[in-house]
């Protein structure tokens, strides 16, 4: 095949791409686990993983900048680059949030907490990894009918910020937990909202890789397919 | 179709501009003196300049036996660049030159089809080979002057199809078009031949400004170019393109992409197979997610 030079370029990068996919959803299944089991010190262990994805992130960005001006990509190769970079920028911030939740779970590792509440982030939390899993997976397997599933997905842990934010606002009496963890709380819960929102644009992003449509044009269409010709 | 001639606005050798004007008036049927009327039309028929849509439909292209391209249907916009790609041997020159019945100057070589500029059927019993070839002007791959001053090439065409305007004023503008007259214009009375090769391809566009066709035909028109001179070619199409409908032939799909509005594929499915268009889009589109998976493996340098 023309080009395995540059095919070979698309290869590492994707390979590179998707590695750090697998150690940022180490990250989650250690932060979910810290709030599970109440392991600050596992927790611990995520400290300072910001810096290394931002880093990691900075080389494939620059890899990205590197194969366009050099290769002139087009059509699909032009569209992982773009992809790559997006995803790539999901996956980091992903690691960045997961990283604060974890400082939470040891900065408030004394703390007494508010049980109802305690359970609704660790669902959320729990949701949050399942959609990122989802997200980088469909990215590896290209599966793009998965992602229109994962944009309906989406609305659960909408259902379950609502959930969580509704306990912040009315703590029941006597069972509110120590101020700081709460405070804490409330900002786990929109980290895990964006954690899970980043996860759903991986799927979307792989629908524009694969189509060069946007998920919204592709849901549109999806939502106005013609039943009766399935 | 009849048997035609290049016609003296579209030189494809280097020919004696004077030798050729001889033997046009010693009655050479298809390069015959342009009637008086036409002269007087010619003079002011592209005060108004703009380019002319073209209409193809069913298009199918011989040498002899052989089908070099068939079926080709394809609108193409007035005032815009339509680029047509696709890997060598798929038909783009027998298409293109098909547009203004240059194919047939080849011994054995015939069209059949309809191909419309404007309104006017270019194949019609009566149409006039000559005349569509000053509507539609074509510049070549290689660089072609005539061994005339820089003046006197641009000059020529438009006097042989009876210009009667400022030919002063008719040659700086169209070396201005065509980006030449700044590096030209204090030596317009020196050859051609003195020029380098980019500025000789600029010149040949000129030259063919000069007969204010309607749509200009470019086959690979930088091919054999420099960077810089390939720039300048380039940076001249989106002022031409005001004026005039362009199609231009191109190997370098980054200047497609860069160039154009429409992009055309050419394609041959099966080797020995005639040529066809697999794939004729807006340029934005056919670069970023073109339809057919031929396309896009061309377009991404999978093949050809």
Redesign the interface.
């Known amino acids: 095949?023309?080009?395995e030079t540059?095919q070979h370029e698309l290869d590492t990068l994707l390979s590179d791409v998707l590695d750090l996919g697998g150690e940022v959803e180490g990250t989650l299944e250690n932060m979910v686990r810290a709030m599970e089991e109440h392991d600050a010190v596992l927790a611990e262990k995520e400290l300072g993983v910001d810096m290394r994805y931002k880093a990691r992130g900075a080389e494939i960005d620059e890899e990205c900048m590197i194969l366009q001006a050099r290769q002139?990509?087009?059509?699909?190769?032009?569209?992982l680059l773009y992809t790559v970079q997006a995803v790539t920028n999901h996956l980091v911030r992903s690691g960045t949030l997961a990283e604060h939740i974890c400082h939470a779970i040891t900065d408030t590792a004394g703390c007494e907490r508010d049980e109802d509440l305690e359970a609704a982030l660790i669902e959320m939390a729990r949701t949050a990894r399942r959609l990122f899993h989802e997200g980088l997976d469909i990215f590896r397997d290209r599966d793009i009918d998965r992602a229109r599933d994962l944009q309906a997905a989406d609305d659960k842990v909408d259902l379950l910020y609502s959930e969580a934010m509704n306990l912040i606002a009315n703590p029941s009496d006597g069972n509110a937990g120590a101020p700081e963890w709460r405070m804490r709380a409330a900002l786990t819960v929109h980290y895990l909202e964006r954690i899970a929102d980043h996860g759903v644009d991986i799927g979307g992003r792989t629908v524009f890789l694969v189509?060069?449509?946007r998920i919204e044009s592709a849901m549109q269409q999806y939502i106005n397919r013609d039943l009766r010709e399935e | 179709m009849g048997d035609v001639q290049p016609s003296p606005g579209d030189p494809e050798e280097n020919r004696d501009p004077v030798d050729s004007e001889k033997k046009t008036r010693e009655g050479n049927p298809t390069m015959r003196p342009v009637p008086e009327t036409q002269n007087q039309d010619s003079k002011s028929a592209r005060e108004d300049l703009g380019g002319m849509g073209m209409s193809v439909s069913d298009l199918n292209a011989y040498y002899g036996s052989f089908k070099a391209v068939t079926d080709v249907s394809m609108e193409i916009q007035a005032n815009k660049v339509t680029a047509l790609i696709g890997p060598s041997g798929c038909g783009k020159s027998t298409y293109i030159r098909c547009l203004n019945r240059m194919h047939e100057v080849i011994s054995g070589a015939y069209a059949q089809g309809r191909v419309t500029l404007g309104e006017q059927d270019i194949y019609a019993k009566d149409a006039d080979p000559v005349i569509i070839r000053r509507r539609v002007g074509m510049v070549f791959q290689k660089p072609n002057p005539f061994s005339k001053s820089i003046y006197d090439n641009v000059a020529w065409g438009a006097k042989i199809n009876g210009f009667r305007g400022n030919m002063d004023e008719l040659v700086e503008r169209s070396l201005r078009q065509a980006a030449l007259w700044d590096e030209v214009k204090d030596r317009l009375k020196e050859s051609g031949f003195g020029l380098s090769g980019g500025q000789q391809q600029r010149l040949c566009i000129a030259r063919t400004l000069a007969v204010e066709p309607e749509v200009i035909l470019m086959d690979e028109p930088a091919s054999a170019l420099d960077p810089v001179s390939t720039q300048k070619i380039e940076d001249t199409m989106d002022d031409l393109k005001k004026s005039y409908t362009v199609v231009i032939v191109t190997h370098n799909m980054q200047q497609a992409a860069r160039i154009s509005d429409y992009t055309g594929f050419f394609y041959i499915e099966n080797q020995g197979d005639p040529g066809q268009l697999w794939e004729f889009d807006e340029t934005e589109k056919m670069f970023s997610n073109p339809e057919r998976k031929e396309t896009e493996d061309y377009v991404t340098g999978r093949f050809g």
């Not at chain 1, 002139?72 to 569209?79: E, K, Q």
């Open positions: 095949m023309p080009r540059f002139a990509p087009v059509a699909r190769d032009l569209r189509t060069g449509e």
